[in-house]
């Protein structure tokens, strides 16, 4: 049989900074991918269909009697992981697999995904799988809690992606100097804790035509989302936000506005404020609205831009690794972390959405972005290239651990 290298934990390509991240990882690493998806009809419709297996997770809607019989065996048994297993059928048949890798992003912090990320990790070791959590950030008071620290040790390794995640995550696991990492690093059950720019920093961008209305180099890219509106303290601020920071651009400028989603599902679709946007200022002919792509067209388009103001963070991970000058509205640790890491500090460089109190704050951010935007760009441009190496470095490491677990399985 085959040995596989399994990505999982993969939520569909229409979050399309998912569909970046493994994009970006199926043109670094040698070993013949499969990868384990919550959404594979996404996967297939945009770019992952010709980069890697895509296999379908199983589910138990619409199987109503294998729901009832797992939950009757997990409690007679106590076996918590059969449910993923049952998800993961196809990835624990598909092979011997040498490593299998949680694409961590932002997962853990989200509650309603920590059961799913410890039992998945849970029973790819029982499975005798190493596993590895890669490309993540972590809030640093999660590490506070028993299980999480528990969950995180059974990794073999953890890349974390950028400066603050990964501090945090040393100073849990090893303490504060170099010699206790040291020490920690040949001890048992204390993963090996690396920190690499996220591999989405090294996506291709795919150019499209432009539509009419969008001027290249004189366009202002805007993203907005509804996961940062749910982030808000005062209730619709963010959206006002946007509107006074378009309107700002109208009356103030001779730039052209492109609204870009970057994530379209149903219950979480970028579209639905852009939508709302566009109507508001169609009028003024300055507004284009870009419709649904892959993540590499999407950067095609943002790419193009000559300021961009974006809420997801891989929208803005497009805009930085195409030298954009970027102001991000975020709300939490990646974006923070990210912006310290290029910068040097994220003052200014990330206005966190919970800051958010009167109309005018984002055309203040946006205002100090105007007068700063070729000090940052010069800034990209000399940052970029090495910060890609250096992302392309969680390729080497993948490839390198695939090659150690595939010689101890005598494969």
Same mark, same amino acid.
């Given at each position: 049989?085959?040995?596989?290298?399994?990505?999982?934990?993969?939520?569909?390509?229409?979050?399309?900074?998912?569909?970046?991240?493994?994009?970006?990882?199926?043109?670094?690493?040698?070993?013949?991918?499969?990868?384990?998806?919550?959404?594979?009809?996404?996967?297939?419709?945009?770019?992952?269909?010709?980069?890697?297996?895509?296999?379908?997770?199983?589910?138990?809607?619409?199987?109503?009697?294998?729901?009832?019989?797992?939950?009757?065996?997990?409690?007679?048994?106590?076996?918590?992981?059969?449910?993923?297993?049952?998800?993961?059928?196809?990835?624990?048949?598909?092979?011997?697999?040498?490593?299998?890798?949680?694409?961590?992003?932002?997962?853990?912090?989200?509650?309603?995904?920590?059961?799913?990320?410890?039992?998945?990790?849970?029973?790819?070791?029982?499975?005798?799988?190493?596993?590895?959590?890669?490309?993540?950030?972590?809030?640093?008071?999660?590490?506070?809690?028993?299980?999480?620290?528990?969950?995180?040790?059974?990794?073999?390794?953890?890349?974390?992606?950028?400066?603050?995640?990964?501090?945090?995550?040393?100073?849990?696991?090893?303490?504060?100097?170099?010699?206790?990492?040291?020490?920690?690093?040949?001890?048992?059950?204390?993963?090996? /804790?690396?920190? *690499?720019?996220?591999?989405?920093? &090294? =996506?291709?961008?795919?150019?499209?035509?432009?539509?009419? !209305?969008?001027?290249?180099?004189?366009?202002?890219?805007?993203?907005?989302?509804?996961?940062?509106?749910?982030?808000?303290?005062?209730?619709?601020?963010?959206?006002?936000?946007?509107?006074?920071?378009?309107?700002?651009?109208?009356?103030?400028?001779?730039?052209?506005?492109?609204?870009?989603?970057?994530?379209?599902?149903?219950?979480?679709?970028?579209?639905?404020?852009?939508?709302?946007?566009?109507?508001?200022?169609?009028?003024?002919?300055?507004?284009?609205?870009?419709?649904?792509?892959?993540?590499?067209?999407?950067?095609?388009?943002?790419?193009?831009?000559?300021?961009?103001?974006?809420?997801?963070?891989?929208?803005? /991970?497009?805009? *930085?690794?195409?030298?954009?000058? &970027? =102001?991000?509205?975020?709300?939490?640790?990646?974006?923070? !972390?990210?912006?310290?890491?290029?910068?040097?500090?994220?003052?200014?460089?990330?206005?966190?959405?919970?800051?958010?109190?009167?109309?005018?704050?984002?055309?203040?951010?946006?205002?100090?972005?105007?007068?700063?935007?070729?000090?940052?760009?010069?800034?990209?441009?000399?940052?970029?290239?090495?910060?890609?190496?250096?992302?392309?470095?969680?390729?080497?490491?993948?490839?390198?651990?695939?090659?150690?677990?595939?010689?101890?399985?005598?494969?």
């Amino acid at each position: 049989m085959e040995n596989k290298l399994i990505l999982y934990m993969h939520a569909g390509s229409g979050n399309h900074g998912c569909e970046a991240i493994v994009n970006s990882l199926c043109h670094m690493v040698k070993g013949p991918i499969s990868l384990v998806s919550y959404r594979a009809k996404e996967d297939e419709k945009y770019s992952l269909g010709e980069l890697c297996q895509v296999m379908q997770e199983r589910s138990f809607e619409g199987h109503k009697c294998a729901h009832v019989l797992y939950y009757i065996y997990r409690k007679l048994t106590g076996d918590k992981e059969s449910f993923i297993r049952y998800r993961y059928r196809q990835a624990f048949e598909c092979g011997k697999i040498p490593l299998a890798i949680s694409i961590g992003g932002d997962n853990y912090c989200y509650d309603s995904m920590l059961n799913d990320l410890r039992l998945a990790n849970s029973a790819f070791h029982k499975a005798g799988v190493q596993t590895m959590l890669l490309g993540c950030s972590i809030e640093p008071e999660l590490l506070g809690r028993q299980e999480i620290m528990k969950d995180l040790s059974a990794y073999h390794t953890i890349i974390a992606r950028e400066s603050i995640t990964y501090n945090a995550l040393k100073q849990a696991f090893y303490g504060t100097g170099e010699e206790d990492a040291q020490k920690a690093q040949v001890s048992s059950g204390i993963p090996y /804790i690396l920190c *690499y720019p996220d591999p989405a920093f &090294t =996506l291709k961008a795919k150019e499209l035509p432009l539509p009419e !209305g969008f001027v290249e180099g004189n366009t202002v890219g805007i993203n907005i989302s509804p996961m940062v509106q749910d982030n808000e303290e005062k209730g619709g601020i963010t959206i006002e936000c946007y509107r006074e920071l378009i309107r700002y651009i109208i009356e103030k400028t001779d730039m052209q506005i492109a609204l870009i989603p970057h994530v379209i599902w149903m219950n979480n679709d970028d579209r639905k404020p852009i939508r709302q946007l566009y109507d508001d200022f169609k009028a003024s002919g300055r507004v284009v609205e870009i419709g649904d792509g892959s993540c590499e067209e999407l950067k095609g388009y943002i790419g193009r831009c000559s300021l961009f103001v974006g809420a997801r963070t891989h929208a803005t /991970i497009a805009a *930085y690794s195409s030298c954009v000058p &970027t =102001l991000v509205v975020g709300y939490s640790v990646k974006a923070r !972390g990210i912006a310290r890491d290029l910068f040097g500090t994220d003052d200014h460089y990330v206005i966190p959405v919970q800051s958010l109190r009167q109309r005018e704050d984002l055309v203040k951010g946006f205002r100090w972005l105007l007068e700063r935007k070729d000090e940052m760009r010069d800034r990209l441009l000399r940052v970029m290239p090495e910060y890609q190496k250096e992302a392309l470095l969680t390729g080497k490491e993948v490839d390198r651990l695939w090659e150690e677990f595939s010689g101890q399985q005598g494969i």
